[in-house]
């Protein structure tokens, strides 16, 4: 996502488009997206596809897999009608099937139908893994040792969710003058440097975050995941960039980790930003459950609150110096009009006069 240029053709591999990579694909100005998914597949009403239309992107999705193997990052390609052919290889087209918005509302109905099927089975997959994981989450956890000092501090754990850079708008000010420690979860720790601040710690599987954000200076800390079979896939990045990383294996998201790292450090107040805890948060993130969310904040307990609650709770402090710098300078210009009228130089004369009779010089 993040070497999308303005005008390119963006081929993606994405089912169910969620919001989030919707909002960065109409923030990189794409020409248009082609999907080798289906935009909707009709498990839930997805929200990625109606972004897109909404900002006049053109939607495809091709259901030939050979274009995957094909295609080749930054080479040009020409989309004419419902056909896309690449430049390299002439005598290739592709065909494509056009999503618009009759379509796009059409199945989304119906994946509205779905939901409520959708819904019962993600609960029972919360309630299956519910005792599997809180025997792990609720337990002794085995927290690396970092070197950033988070005790007795405030934390703030950045997500790449939904409405993230309102929250973090938001609570700008909070950020300037508390100063807290910033942690990233994957994708998060671009959305702060974008907002011009640097992320103390990055936690994740690493396989979102910018190369940027990598080489920041930041701590970097790996998501390991508890089963053997499945290994993080931006640990091999990591190694291969040469930087300095801590493995923590453990179950759950990252960002409940990035909670619980907080928590474990001792810090004082952790606040969410971006986060995910409605339902299609979650289908969008392809969770099967939020055992691991639920109980990540049954442990955090009344530590955890909300951005939103922060920019509420939190007025922007009076600045007295920065009011008296203003005042010093609003008077200048007065001080040198008067200083400069007859009435000032006569002043200035008989002060002088003064001082000269009551000091004797």
């Not at 694909?25 to 929200?47: C, E, K, M, Q």
Request: charged share 25%.
């Amino acid at each position: 996502m993040q070497r999308l240029h303005a005008g390119d053709i963006a081929i993606i591999d994405h089912p169910d488009l969620d919001g989030v990579a919707a909002e960065a694909l109409v923030a990189r100005r794409v020409a248009a997206v082609v999907n080798l998914s289906p935009f909707i597949t009709g498990r839930y009403p997805s929200s990625g596809a109606s972004i897109l239309l909404r900002a006049s992107i053109p939607l495809y999705e091709c259901h030939d897999t050979h274009l995957a193997e094909v295609v080749q990052e930054g080479e040009t390609a020409v989309i004419t009608g419902d056909t896309l052919c690449l430049n390299r290889l002439p005598e290739a087209s592709f065909s494509l099937e056009r999503l618009d918005e009759e379509r796009a509302q059409r199945l989304l109905s119906l994946a509205q139908q779905r939901l409520k099927s959708e819904l019962r089975a993600f609960a029972q997959n919360t309630l299956e893994y519910l005792q599997e994981e809180s025997d792990a989450l609720l337990g002794v956890l085995e927290v690396p040792e970092i070197s950033t000092s988070i005790a007795g501090r405030h934390a703030v754990v950045v997500v790449r969710g939904e409405r993230f850079k309102q929250d973090l708008i938001a609570i700008r000010n909070y950020l300037r003058e508390m100063r807290p420690v910033l942690i990233g979860v994957d994708g998060g720790a671009d959305a702060l440097l974008e907002m011009g601040f640097k992320p103390d710690i990055i936690v994740g599987d690493m396989d979102s975050v910018s190369d940027r954000a990598l080489h920041c200076g930041a701590e970097l800390i790996v998501h390991q995941y508890t089963s053997t079979g499945r290994i993080s896939p931006g640990l091999e990045r990591v190694q291969r960039l040469g930087l300095p990383h801590t493995v923590w294996r453990a179950p759950g998201t990252s960002e409940d980790i990035a909670m619980l790292l907080a928590y474990e450090k001792g810090a004082q107040l952790i606040v969410a930003v971006g986060t995910h805890f409605s339902l299609l948060e979650f289908l969008e993130k392809g969770r099967r459950g939020m055992s691991s969310t639920f109980l990540t904040r049954l442990r955090v307990g009344d530590k955890l609150v909300d951005a939103k609650g922060v920019s509420r709770l939190y007025p922007r402090r009076f600045a007295w110096r920065e009011f008296g710098w203003l005042f010093l300078a609003a008077m200048m210009p007065v001080v040198v009009a008067f200083l400069l009228s007859p009435v000032g130089r006569d002043l200035v004369r008989l002060l002088y006069v003064w001082l000269r009779l009551r000091l004797r010089f």
